[in-house]
């Protein structure tokens, strides 16, 4: 779950029923930079055990992007993004370490933002603006870089209706560890690299 606050999300919950886990998160700084001030933490339901993701981000070195890994989803349900991201899996894992396929965008965030089986990055061609809110909430508090494929924040006001009178409720999605990721799956990315 995530809250919005001015378009933005602030606050998340994150449920992982399979290693029984909650993380949660907050973006308590001003409106152009609200990770300023985060607080980000994994609650382990079994033992009660705390992580305070923030101070793990901060201890944790980055790896060269050769030793790095990139979570991918492919959708199922849009042929064309399908192939163009196929399309784009050579040249990723010509630049990175391996190329996991994870077609479940909130574990896949979580994984980007905990620093979780050496995943630096993930991309989505094409998924709705409910299922990364609460990914992005994590991901931001841990310093993690969250933008479409243009490099573009995510814009949440998308949820009011188009110029056909639907809601735009969907995006490309690139989170990253660092920066240097960030501009390489940037550039993978973009037509003129397939």
């Known amino acids: 779950y995530a ?5 933005q999300p602030r606050v998340a919950a994150i449920f992982d029923p399979v290693h029984n886990v909650v993380y949660s998160a ?3 700084g001003p409106y152009d930079k609200p990770e ?8 382990e339901i079994s033992t009660g055990h705390t992580v305070d993701l923030v101070e793990l981000a901060r201890r ?6 050769r030793s790095a890994g990139i979570a991918v989803h492919l959708p199922r349900n849009d042929p064309t993004a399908r192939a163009k991201m196929i399309g784009r899996l050579g040249k990723i894992a010509d ?5 996991y396929m994870l077609n479940a965008g909130i574990p896949a965030m979580v994984l980007v933002a905990k620093g979780g089986a050496g995943i630096a990055g993930f991309v989505n061609p094409w998924t709705n603006l409910h299922d990364i809110a609460p990914g992005e909430v994590l991901c ?3 310093r993690c870089l969250v933008t479409d494929w243009d490099g573009k924040p995510i814009q949440y006001h998308g949820l009011v209706p188009n110029q056909d009178g639907n809601p735009h409720t969907r995006t490309s ?3 990253a560890r660092n920066k240097e990721a960030h501009s390489r799956l940037r550039e993978l990315l973009q037509p003129h690299t397939c």
């Not at 944790?60 to 992007?65: I, P, V």
């Open 173 to 175: 999605l690139i989170v």
């Open 95 to 99: 630049t990175f370490d391996s190329v």
């Open 36 to 43: 300023q001030q985060a607080v980000a933490r994994a609650w």
């Open 140 to 142: 931001r508090a841990t």
């Open 26 to 28: 907050c973006l308590m």
């Open 60 to 65: 944790q070195k980055l790896e060269e992007l």
């Open 3 to 7: 809250v919005l606050v001015e378009e």
